[in-house]
C-alpha cells in the first residue's frame, strides 16, 4: 500500500502544495493520522478521508460473512459426519472440535504473515480468497454422490472411503486456514481506523470493538437460524452454497472500501525480534554481563525506534533478565547486530507479549466450555422436542440461537445503559476495565456449565426424555452467551490495547487461539474420560446420548471453570498493564490538560487497583 510514515506527530510532505500557506499547511497537519497509517496512495493518512465509520462498515461486512460461514458449518458439522460421512457421535464431536481447535490456533499463522510480510489488509484478502475456495469444496461434497458414501439402509452403514473423507477434511483444511487468516487481521485493522491519539477517535474505537462483536453475533445468528433451517429443508449443497455466495460477495465489498481503508505497513516478524531479545539476554548472561542502570541500556537516537512504523517504548524495571540484551559490553562493536544487542524498545516490546501470557492462560477454561455449543449442546437438542407449534420444528442446528440472541441484546444494553451508569459511580471511561469485564464472564460460565449437568440430568432421568422441551437449554445458551459477551470483548480490548505497535495482530491471535486451544483440550478430556470410564460401550460418553452420562461432563467442566476463575482472580490481581511497573499508571504531562485543565502539577498517578486520583 505503499511506503510506511512512521508512528508519530509527522506527516508526509508531498500533500503540502507551493500555493499554501502557512495557515493551510498547520490546518492540514492537523487532519492526519499520528499513528503511521498511510492511504491507499502511500501517503499520510487524512482524518477526514479515510478511517473512522466511513472505513468500518466495509470491514464489518466481511466478518459478517465470514462468521455466518462459519457456523453455518460448525453447528451443523457433527450432524453431516453421523448422517451423511456415518461417523459415529463422539468420533464427529471430537473431529468438530479439533477443526474448530485448527482454525483458531492458525491465527498465529494469519498474524505472522500480517505482521512480517503482507500487512493486515493483504492477509484479509488473500485468505479470505482461501476460504472462499475451501467453502467451494465443501459444497462439491454435498453435491457430488461419489464424494459421500452411500445412504444408509441398513445398520451398520458404509463408512466413508479414504478419498471421499480426504476431500472433505481437505476443503475443512482450507476453511480453517481461511478464519486463521482472517481473523486476527480483521478487528486490529478495523482498529487502525481510529487514531488512538484523538480523543474522539479513541472513544469510537472503544466503541467499535462491541459493535464488532455485535457483527460478529449477527452473522453467527443468520448462520445459525437462516442457514441451518435452509440445511435441513433444502439440503446440504443449498446449506453450504449460500454461505459460499456470502462469502464471495464479501470479498467484492471489502475491496470496494480500499479508498477509504487506513493502512499499517508490516513491521517486520515479531517472533524473530523476540528470538533476538533472548538470544542476546542469554549470551550476555552467561558472559557474566550485569544491568546497573537504565542509562546503561541502548537505544537509537532517532525520533522513531528502529522497528518500521513504531513508536519508541519506555523502560519497565519488569523483567529484569531480558534488560541485559540492551546492555552495550563494548563501545566500538556493531550496534547494528540485533542478535548481540538489542534497543530499549525491542526489549519492552517482548516484555509486553509475555506480560500478558498469564492472563491468555487463565482463561483458556472458557473455551473449553464453549466449544460444547457446536457438539454436545446440539446433539442435546437433537434428541428433544423441538416443536414451535402445531407446524413447525425447530433445527437442532439453530439452538445456539438462544446464546446469539442473548448477545445481540446485551452488547446495546451495555454499550448505551450499563455503562454510563458504571462510569458515573466509578469514573472509568468503560464503565468497568477489561481485566473485570473478562472475570465477569468466567465468572457467568460457572453457572452455565452447572444448569447444563442439571437440566442433562432432568432430561436423561425424564421417563420419556424425547417429549422434553429443547427450551430448558435455554439457561445454558444464555448464560453461556453472557459469558462469552463480558469475555470476548474484554479480551479483543484488552490484548489491543496491551500489544505494541508491532505486535497488533498477534495479539489478536493470541486470545483467539485459546479459543482453538480449548476446542483440543475439549477433544482430549472427552476422549480421557471416555477411555476412564468404559469407552464408548459401557462409559459415561457413548453414541447412543439417553444412556450417556454427559451431566458428569458437565460437572467436570463446571469445576474446571471454578478452579480457572479463582487463577485468574490471582494473576489479575498482581497484573501490571504496559509501560507500568509499580501497577500503576503514568499520564504523561501532555495528556494532563485533558484530565484536569486546573491543574499545572507535572504528573499524575491513577491508582488501577481502585481507579481514585492522586495528584
Request: aromatic share 12%.
Amino acid at each position: 500500500m505503499g511506503s510506511s510514515e512512521p508512528a508519530g506527530n509527522t506527516y508526509d510532505k508531498s500533500f503540502i502544495q507551493p500555493s499554501m500557506d502557512k495557515f493551510e499547511v498547520e490546518s492540514l497537519s492537523k487532519n492526519l493520522v499520528s499513528n503511521g497509517c498511510v492511504d491507499f496512495r502511500g501517503r499520510t493518512a487524512n482524518k477526514l478521508a479515510t478511517g473512522g465509520w466511513k472505513a468500518s462498515p466495509f470491514i464489518i461486512v466481511n466478518e459478517v460473512a465470514e462468521r455466518l460461514a462459519f457456523f453455518a458449518i460448525a453447528v451443523n458439522m457433527v450432524a453431516y459426519l453421523v448422517f451423511e460421512m456415518h461417523q459415529s457421535l463422539p468420533t464427529a464431536a471430537t473431529h468438530v472440535s479439533d477443526w474448530i481447535g485448527a482454525a483458531y490456533v492458525l491465527t498465529i499463522f494469519g498474524a505472522f504473515m500480517a505482521d512480517a510480510y503482507l500487512g493486515r489488509f493483504k492477509t484479509i484478502i488473500l485468505f479470505s480468497c482461501i476460504y472462499a475456495v475451501g467453502m467451494v469444496l465443501l459444497t462439491l461434497s454435498a453435491s457430488i454422490d461419489s464424494l459421500r458414501p452411500p445412504i444408509c439402509t441398513a445398520r451398520p452403514c458404509i463408512l466413508a472411503t479414504n478419498g471421499q473423507t480426504t476431500f472433505l477434511y481437505g476443503a475443512l483444511a482450507l476453511i480453517a486456514l481461511g478464519t486463521g487468516g482472517i481473523k486476527p487481521c480483521v478487528s486490529s485493522f478495523g482498529a487502525d481506523q481510529f487514531d488512538e491519539a484523538d480523543e474522539k477517535e479513541a472513544q469510537k474505537k472503544c466503541a467499535f470493538f462491541n459493535w464488532f462483536f455485535f457483527a460478529i453475533n449477527m452473522g453467527a445468528l443468520f448462520g445459525i437460524t437462516l442457514l441451518v433451517y435452509i440445511q435441513e429443508k433444502a439440503g446440504w449443497v443449498w446449506g453450504f452454497g449460500i454461505p459460499t455466495a456470502a462469502m464471495l460477495g464479501s470479498l467484492i465489498v471489502l475491496a470496494v472500501g480500499i479508498p477509504f481503508y487506513r493502512y499499517q505497513k508490516p513491521m517486520g516478524s515479531p517472533f524473530t525480534r523476540f528470538l533476538q531479545v533472548i538470544v542476546a539476554s542469554v549470551r550476555n548472561h552467561c558472559r557474566g554481563v550485569e544491568v546497573g542502570s537504565e542509562d546503561d541500556l541502548y537505544e537509537v537516537k532517532t525520533k522513531e525506534s528502529n522497528i518500521l512504523g513504531a513508536s519508541k517504548l519506555p523502560y519497565t524495571a519488569q523483567y529484569r533478565f531480558l534488560d541485559k540484551a540492551a546492555v552495550v559490553t563494548n563501545s566500538e562493536a556493531n550496534t547494528n547486530n540485533r542478535w548481540r544487542l538489542c534497543t530499549v524498545t525491542q526489549v519492552e516490546e517482548f516484555k509486553s507479549f509475555i506480560r500478558v501470557l498469564p492472563i491468555w492462560a487463565s482463561t483458556i477454561a472458557l473455551s473449553l466450555s464453549f466449544s460444547q455449543l457446536s457438539t454436545f449442546f446440539i446433539s442435546q437438542a437433537r434428541i428433544m422436542d423441538r416443536s414451535l407449534g402445531p407446524n413447525f420444528k425447530i433445527p437442532a442446528g439453530s439452538i445456539p440461537v438462544f446464546s446469539s440472541i442473548n448477545a445481540l441484546i446485551l452488547v446495546p444494553i451495555y454499550e448505551k445503559l450499563i455503562v454510563p451508569i458504571l462510569r458515573k459511580h466509578n469514573g472509568h471511561p468503560r464503565g468497568i476495565t477489561s481485566l473485570q469485564r473478562m472475570g465477569v464472564g468466567l465468572f457467568v460460565s460457572i453457572f452455565a456449565m452447572g444448569s447444563a449437568a442439571l437440566v442433562e440430568k432432568k432430561r436423561r432421568d425424564d421417563s420419556m426424555p424425547l417429549t422434553m422441551s429443547v427450551f430448558w437449554l435455554f439457561p445454558q445458551f444464555f448464560l453461556m452467551g453472557s459469558a462469552e459477551v463480558f469475555t470476548y470483548v474484554g479480551q479483543l480490548k484488552f490484548f489491543y490495547d496491551e500489544a505494541t505497535d508491532g505486535t497488533r495482530s498477534i495479539s489478536s491471535a493470541m486470545f483467539l487461539s485459546e479459543i482453538g486451544i480449548g476446542s483440543w483440550l475439549s477433544t482430549a478430556l472427552v476422549k480421557i474420560i471416555a477411555s476412564a470410564t468404559g469407552g464408548e460401550e459401557r462409559g459415561w460418553l457413548r453414541n447412543d446420548l439417553n444412556k450417556s452420562r454427559v451431566d458428569y461432563f458437565y460437572w467436570i467442566l463446571a469445576g474446571i471453570n471454578v478452579v480457572n476463575f479463582m487463577v485468574f482472580l490471582w494473576v489479575a490481581r498482581r497484573f501490571k498493564g504496559k509501560g507500568t511497573t509499580d501497577g500503576t499508571i503514568r499520564v504523561e504531562p501532555m495528556q494532563l490538560d485533558q484530565l484536569d485543565k486546573g491543574s499545572k502539577k507535572k504528573s499524575l498517578m491513577i491508582d488501577k487497583r481502585n481507579l481514585k486520583c492522586n495528584v
